[in-house]
């Protein structure tokens, strides 16, 4: 859909590309300052109005200024490029200049007023690009490392921060966002903004992704610089686009990609970034070999059955499919328990070195064993509706505060743990199943060019292997699909028309190729048209009501 204004065609913001976006502002149809306002005012009618998604925790109060600026800048100096002017949002673990009056704080109320020392790197530059940070997605608070993989595990539900709230999918009334990334996931999918960035520990790029109808891209570790990220774990942490298309993402990677004197990994990056823009090529399928390692997967039926009838859409394109390539530890990634202690370990040596790097904490933590001290004493207050105590209709009074504990069991873990014998052999385990005897091993055992999997099972071997991943839209699930609530929540993790993809991953530093096969699924596909949110959860707000107010 199109709309006008003096007879110039406008793009929809539920769909619009940034491409579509940047051709409009070198052709003066609206300027930077019309698209951030118009932005703004629709993550207003929807975020905490109407639906209330929660999927942004705050918004950046200067971005009509910068816009302004940068509207300057193109008229007197011309354009920086194609993200000139481009509203995004940042996932509110992701440092930005504390100057510029937004809080970095990984939804948590302890990092409320720090102030970072600089930009993280992949938002230092996407500004220098010319990118305009309209504001913070909301998440799972600290990324998941409370509640999610407590020992309470399913009774907080994904994308709750004590800051934001709950996030809430716009696919379902009250249904669920899926992981930490949620809250860029969910604002891609209506259009809160051009774009926008996730963090990927295990899955939560891909993840929200694939429940929000968009498209993530997980990079390899290595690619993008964690710097300025509020971490989990170093093994395992990268940040990368979450976009309504893969042309966005690519776009977007293409300008967060590379070295970083900051993240040591990404000085062994493997010769120049490749242009990714490059990779999108409709025919990129023809003469590839795909395989399905399919004893991953598991208790899906709607969505094994739409993955299956994919095959042929592959094999359409020139695909070759692989189907079985199982992987020769299997059953060993399924088990394995060396991922908890990595992530145990890291976390704590991580996340001190974090917030011993941040200019000042008025909270005074600047330790993990602070940050348990901080939350205890927030216990009462921890959790917002429908977490309180008083609603007793979900749960009893006594079973919220040991939720409100548990969530910070995980923390307690990290704590006690040591880089010692055990954490090098966890390490180690991880890399040789993830890696050696996983996604490498599989690779070469059916000469595959990529592994294809349903989003929802792919993440695990990526995640400890450090390899990347990218999920694409695949399909719904059907209208008389059975509700199911998450208790003592209302948040439904099954529910109508919820969304699922389809996960390309591959080895390292690989993107470039997977890119490729994604962009060439998606395009003879176009699952994303198929099925807009929910009526209520679409912002009405478009370029022309704001040009029409000037």
């Known amino acids: 859909m199109t709309f006008k204004a003096s007879g110039v065609a406008l793009p929809d913001l539920y769909e619009a590309s940034i491409v579509e976006l940047q051709d409009g502002l070198v052709k003066g149809h609206f300027t930077s300052v019309q698209l951030v306002k118009a932005y703004l005012n629709r993550i207003e009618e929807v975020n905490l109005k109407g639906p209330a998604l929660h999927a942004v925790i705050e918004t950046n109060p200067i971005a009509l200024s910068q816009a302004a600026a940068l509207d300057d800048e193109r008229k007197g100096n011309g354009s920086r490029g194609p993200l000139h002017g481009i509203p995004l949002l940042l996932k509110d673990n992701i440092a930005t200049l504390h100057e510029e009056g937004m809080n970095t704080t990984a939804g948590s109320y302890a990092l409320l007023g720090s102030v970072v020392p600089r930009d993280a790197f992949a938002a230092a530059h996407l500004r220098e690009a010319g990118a305009i940070f309209i504001g913070k ?3 799972s608070e600290w990324s998941g490392m409370r509640g999610e993989w407590g020992r309470l595990k399913g009774q907080v539900p994904n994308g709750l921060s004590e800051r934001g709230g709950q996030t809430f999918s716009p696919c379902y009334p009250n249904a669920h966002p899926s992981s930490s990334s949620s809250g860029s996931g969910v604002a891609m999918a209506i259009g809160l903004a051009a774009g926008s960035l996730g963090s990927d520990t295990h899955g939560s790029i891909v993840f929200p992704s694939s429940r929000n109808n968009i498209v993530g891209i997980k990079p390899t570790i290595g690619l993008v610089s964690r710097s300025g990220v509020i971490p989990i774990s170093s093994h395992q942490d990268t940040v990368g686009p979450m976009c309504r298309s893969v042309t966005d993402a690519a776009l977007l990677l293409n ?114 064993a602070a940050l348990i001290e901080f939350s205890e004493k927030r216990a009462d207050l921890n959790l917002p509706p429908p977490f309180y105590n008083d609603q007793s209709q979900y749960v009893g009074s006594n079973l919220i505060r040991d939720m409100l504990l548990a969530r910070i069991s995980r923390f ?72 199911l609530p998450v208790t003592p929540s209302s948040v439904y993790t099954q529910a109508p028309g919820l969304p699922f993809g389809i996960a390309f991953v591959g080895t390292a530093y690989s993107e470039f190729k997977l890119i490729g096969y994604a962009y060439a699924f998606e395009q003879a596909t176009h699952v994303r048209l198929r099925r807009k949110a929910y009526e209520d959860a679409i912002p009405r707000t478009q370029l022309t009501d704001v040009m029409s107010q000037l």
């Open 255 to 368: 300008f967060m990609a590379g070295p970083d004197p900051r993240d040591e990994v990404t000085l062994r990056q493997p010769g120049l970034v490749p242009d990714y823009m490059k990779a999108l090529d409709k025919n990129a399928l023809k003469g590839a070999r795909l395989g399905v390692p399919r004893s991953f997967i598991r208790n899906t039926k709607v969505i094994e059955e739409t993955f299956n009838s994919s095959l042929d859409v592959f094999r359409a394109l020139g695909a070759e499919i692989v189907d079985p390539a199982d992987f020769p530890d299997t059953e060993e990634l399924l088990t394995s328990k060396a991922e908890k202690r990595v992530l145990d370990v890291d976390f704590k040596v991580d996340l001190n070195k974090y917030l011993s790097e941040l200019v000042d904490v008025p909270t005074g933590v600047k330790t993990l």
């Open 412 to 483: 307690k873990q990290s704590e006690a743990s040591q880089v010692d014998d055990a954490y090098f052999s966890a390490l180690a385990e991880d890399f040789d199943l993830g890696r050696t005897r996983g996604i490498d091993a599989t690779l070469a055992q059916f000469n595959l060019d990529a592994i294809i999997l349903p989003t929802e099972h792919a993440p695990g071997p990526a995640a400890i292997a450090g390899y990347p991943l990218i999920s694409v839209p695949l399909g719904f699930q059907p209208d008389d699909v059975e509700l």
């Open 137 to 139: 997605s909301n998440l």
